[in-house]
Nanobody, 117 residues
Framework: QVQLEESGGGLVQAGGSLRLSCAVS???????LGWFRRTPGKQREVVAT???????DYADSVKGRFTIFRDNAKNTVFLQMNSLKPEDTADYYC????????????WGQGTQVTVSS
């Protein structure tokens, strides 16, 4: 069974940085990985994704500020968040899928990020 566990959330002032981590319980070198977020009253949105081959994609709202990267040796995916804004406040979730043609089938429990103004 694939399990994901996020860490690294917290409270930070606007302009600050946080790094989220997501540990995956199985070797995931051929998995696609992603970070999503959700705020109360809003739908979940994709923040960033990284394919097995390393190609990345970002939501327009975070381009140039966030970086997703993976360490296949440690089965961990990261989200480096810089220049944080209050509108980045959300619950952040990591997700995985074992094929680019599948839906995101594996999810973590989430970690909360709060950016104060």
């Amino acid at each position: 069974q694939v399990q994901l566990e996020e860490s690294g959330g917290g409270l930070v002032q606007a302009g600050g940085s946080l790094r989220l981590s997501c540990a995956v319980s199985v070797p995931f070198s051929y998995y696609s990985l992603g970070w999503f977020r959700r705020t109360p009253g809003k739908q979940r949105e994709v923040v960033a994704t990284i394919a097995a081959g390393g190609s990345t994609d970002y939501a327009d709202s975070v381009k140039g500020r966030f970086t997703i990267f993976r360490d296949n040796a440690k089965n961990t995916v990261f989200l480096q968040m810089n220049s944080l804004k209050p509108e980045d406040t959300a619950d952040y979730y990591c997700a995985a899928k074992n094929s680019p043609f599948n839906t995101w089938g594996y999810w973590g429990q989430g970690t909360q990020v709060t950016v104060s103004s």
